[in-house]
């Protein structure tokens, strides 16, 4: 995409985001530069799922190396395609198992950012329903020249979602899933519109208690902390069912769960994670894609990270052919991110050079050259090349750029000469807090 082709909505959440440091959700194609058997190794899991199948990537990388900007630029992708897409972070309040709520809370998160092409920014359930219920009434009104206020209409609508919700019906937890839809289409025939609220509540994990869930809508379970994964399993074959391609699942910052102080705990979770895992690469699921993004510490930690239980290092080790003939093995079940090139980061810094101009309408842009010169000043700190990731090179680079936007008197030698003007310190790799009887002890 060319600068000029963003609009200012676009280049705007880029400049803000980047600047501070974060991946934006918007203009990414447009920023991204390399990775490109890694994307094409995303893209074929897209199509993969599309056809029935179902994918699980662990997308490992350094702080700052990009992990998080590919997983929404899968992301992006997906649901330029016609997929449902959920994401949410862990974090200490948000698991993949525990109890006082705290693993049905990811479940609720991956709710609240149920997304579709229609509703981009998430809150997408309604949406879903909706539009499939109208696609419905649409169908039968051709195919028996009823009108929707016509005897019978009604009858032959219910008839058809109840031939949807049948082939869910017959998973786990498929049955009371399968009414709470009927339930929902019920309040939405009647305007009701407290029935159609709680069974939406239903779907989103709402319910606390059983009592409640049955005097609301006449089902006997909830949603809760044991359950959550079973009903992505039955969304993702929902959402297949009713037109779109399928689901895809996006989970970032697992290095939460690396630092669960309590063993148990902390197994726990990488067991759901192994459950997860293993549904998926057997074939017991469809239609549903799982992408998780962690550190090199949360899979190869020996005493708390993945590798510290046998059966996710066998699974997940590299093998010692692919290392030692130093090729990278993108379809494997962990993609590595390797460091991006000098020539890709130059291209980077190019394309985000382009775009700032083109948003600040600047008529002094940086010169190739120029753009070297930065790469080299940035590189020639200490630990540079061992810690030095695209996230430190494109959070500094912003701030040159905004420095000279608003200092147009300056040059970028001046700048990167002067003495009050520093470059962020190259950063450590974040270390998991310790616990346990060694706590104390240092070396």
Same mark, same amino acid.
């Given at each position: 995409m060319?600068?000029?082709?963003?609009s200012?909505?676009?280049?705007?959440?880029?400049?803000n985001?980047l600047?501070a440091g974060v991946?934006p959700?918007?203009?990414?194609?447009h920023?991204?530069?390399?990775?490109e058997?890694?994307?094409?190794?995303?893209?074929?899991?897209?199509?993969n799922i599309?056809?029935?199948?179902a994918?699980f990537r662990?997308?490992?990388g350094?702080?700052?190396?990009?992990?998080s900007?590919?997983?929404?630029l899968?992301r992006?992708h997906?649901?330029e395609q016609g997929f449902v897409?959920a994401d949410a972070d862990?974090?200490?309040?948000?698991?993949?198992?525990g109890?006082n709520g705290?693993?049905?809370?990811?479940?609720r998160?991956l709710m609240h950012?149920?997304t579709?092409?229609?509703?981009?920014d998430?809150?997408?359930?309604?949406t879903?329903?909706?539009?499939?219920?109208?696609g419905i009434q649409?169908?039968?009104?051709?195919?028996?020249g =009823?009108k929707p206020?016509?005897d $019978?209409?009604d009858?032959?609508? &219910?008839?058809k979602? !109840?031939?949807?919700?049948? /082939?869910? +019906?017959?998973?786990?937890?498929?049955f009371?899933?399968?009414n709470?839809?009927?339930?929902?289409?019920?309040g939405?025939?009647?305007?009701n519109?407290l029935?159609?609220?709680?069974?939406?509540?239903w779907?989103?994990?709402?319910?606390?208690t059983?009592?409640e869930?049955k005097?609301?809508?006449?089902?006997?379970?909830?949603?809760?902390?044991?359950?959550?994964?079973?009903?992505?399993?039955?969304?993702a074959?929902f959402v297949a069912d009713?037109g779109?391609k399928?689901?895809?699942?996006?989970l970032?910052?697992?290095?939460?769960l690396?630092?669960i102080?309590?063993?148990?705990?902390?197994q726990?979770?990488y067991?759901?994670l192994?459950?997860m895992?293993?549904?998926?690469?057997?074939g017991?699921v469809?239609h =549903?894609g799982?992408?998780?993004? $962690?550190?090199?510490?949360f899979? &190869?930690?020996?005493? !708390?990270?993945?590798?510290? /239980?046998? +059966?996710w290092?066998r699974r997940?080790?590299q093998?010692a052919?692919?290392s030692?003939?130093?090729m990278?093995?993108?379809i494997?079940?962990v993609?590595?991110?390797?460091?991006?090139?000098?020539?890709?980061?130059l291209?980077l810094?190019?394309?985000l050079?382009?775009?700032?101009q083109?948003h600040y309408?600047?008529s002094n842009?940086?010169?190739f050259q120029e753009?070297?010169e930065f790469l080299r000043?940035?590189?020639?700190?200490?630990?540079a090349d061992k810690?030095?990731?695209p996230g430190?090179?494109?959070?500094?680079?912003m701030?040159v750029?905004n420095?000279l936007?608003?200092?147009?008197?300056l040059?970028l030698s001046q700048?990167?000469q002067r003495?009050?003007?520093?470059?962020?310190p190259?950063s450590k790799i974040?270390?998991a807090e310790p616990? $346990?009887?060694?706590?104390e002890?240092?070396?």
């Open positions: 060319a600068p000029s082709k963003l200012k909505r676009v280049s705007t959440a880029l400049i985001a600047g991946v959700r918007l203009g990414l194609d920023i991204a530069v390399g990775r058997k890694e994307v094409a190794t995303l893209r074929q899991d897209l199509e599309a056809a029935g199948g994918t662990l997308v490992i350094r702080y700052g190396a990009g992990k900007f590919m997983l929404q899968l992006s997906a649901i897409v862990i974090t200490p309040d948000r698991r993949l198992a109890t705290s693993s049905i809370a990811t479940y998160e950012n149920l579709t092409k229609s509703r981009p998430g809150g997408a359930l309604t879903i329903l909706e539009r499939w219920i109208a649409t169908q039968v009104a051709q195919e028996t =009823l206020n016509d $019978g209409f009858t032959h609508v &219910e008839a979602i !109840r031939e949807v919700t049948q /082939d869910v +019906a017959d998973l786990v937890n498929g009371e899933f399968a709470v839809i009927i339930a929902y289409w019920s939405y025939r009647t305007d519109d029935k159609k609220e709680s069974a939406l509540r779907l989103r994990g709402e319910f606390s059983k009592t869930a005097a609301a809508l006449g089902v006997r379970v909830i949603i809760d902390d044991d359950t959550w994964y079973d009903y992505i399993k039955l969304l074959r009713i779109y399928g689901l895809i699942i996006v970032d910052e697992v290095i939460h690396l630092k102080s309590t063993t148990v705990s902390r726990n979770n067991d759901k192994l459950a895992f293993n549904d998926v690469m057997q017991r469809s =549903l799982i992408v998780i993004g $962690g550190t090199p510490q899979l &190869e930690d020996p005493r !708390r990270g993945l590798y510290s /239980d046998p +059966a290092q997940t080790a093998s052919l692919v030692q003939s130093g990278v093995d993108t494997a079940p993609i590595r991110l390797e460091p991006l090139s000098q020539a890709e980061i291209q810094l190019q394309r050079a382009e775009m700032h083109h309408d600047d842009p940086l010169s753009m070297e000043v940035i590189s020639d700190r200490v630990g810690l030095l990731t430190e090179i494109v959070r500094d680079f701030s750029l420095i936007h608003q200092n147009p008197q040059s700048l990167l003495s009050d003007f520093q470059l962020s190259v974040p270390q616990s $346990g009887e060694f706590a002890f240092t070396l």
